[in-house]
T-cell receptor, first 114, second 114 residues
Framework: DGGITQSPKYLFRKEGQNVTLSCEQNLNHDAMYWYRQDPGQGLRLIYYSQIVNDFQKGDIAEGYSVSREKKESFPLTVTSAQKNPTAFYLC?????????????FGPGTRLTVL | GDSVTQMEGPVTLSEEAFLTINCTYTATGYPSLFWYVQYPGEGLQLLLKATKADDKGSNKGFEATYRKETTSFHLEKGSVQVSDSAVYFCALRSSGAGSYQLTFGKGTKLSVIP
């Protein structure tokens, strides 16, 4: 079955440590996205990538980094520079065809920094 | 820039009650509009969409009509069930060339009680 996988589902880290969240898709989509979800704030875009080896900052990129070395993978690193990293992180992907609108979401990773 | 405003929750309804969740938007041109649903602990799933004015999206008994004159895309369901308890997000994708991003509302939490 095609879809998006995120791992792990729950992640705990000590303050000051970098942590990398995994996102893999087998939908053959060109575009991939990372969102952060906090209670009462909806989804906010962290980074997105429209094609391999290219990515752009979203609305809240500070303290995060990404790479896009393969079409199917878009890992997100939460660095120690991110002041409040505890949140629910969602990865999404999308076909970049002209008439295609829908983004497909993974199940999310809940990160807790202790 | 683009923005989406949803009615604030939480919304609590009895089973078989009528549901309306209001959504209005600000965008230039002719955006595509979406409703996503998020069940507890999961990612987002597309519920329905509309890509042009007067289109009606529908799925699982939910409906929403793209009203350009009122810049609205209100979600309705005639008879809710306990299984509809979730957070609902209204979103838009602008019509600009190369636009791959979604703009989300803050979400409305629905609880349906037996």
């Amino acid at each position: 079955d095609g879809g998006i996988t995120q791992s792990p589902k729950y992640l705990f880290r000590k303050e000051g440590q970098n942590v990398t969240l995994s996102c893999e898709q087998n939908l053959n989509h060109d575009a991939m996205y990372w969102y952060r979800q906090d209670p009462g704030q909806g989804l906010r875009l962290i980074y997105y990538s429209q094609i391999v080896n290219d990515f752009q900052k979203g609305d809240i990129a500070e303290g995060y980094s990404v790479s896009r070395e393969k079409k199917e993978s878009f890992p997100l690193t939460v660095t120690s520079a991110q002041k409040n990293p505890t949140a629910f992180y969602l990865c999404a992907s999308k076909d970049t065809g002209r008439d295609v609108n829908e983004q497909f979401f993974g199940p999310g990773t809940r990160l807790t920094v202790l | 820039g683009d923005s989406v405003t949803q009615m604030e929750g939480p919304v609590t309804l009895s089973e078989e009650a009528f549901l309306t969740i209001n959504c209005t938007y600000t965008a230039t041109g002719y955006p595509s509009l979406f409703w996503y649903v998020q069940y507890p602990g999961e990612g987002l799933q597309l519920l329905l969409k509309a890509t042009k004015a007067d289109d009606k999206g529908s799925n699982k008994g939910f409906e929403a009509t793209y009203r350009k004159e009122t810049t609205s895309f209100h979600l309705e369901k005639g008879s809710v069930q306990v299984s509809d308890s979730a957070v609902y997000f209204c979103a838009l994708r602008s019509s600009g060339a190369g636009s791959y991003q979604l703009t989300f509302g803050k979400g409305t939490k629905l609880s349906v009680i037996p």
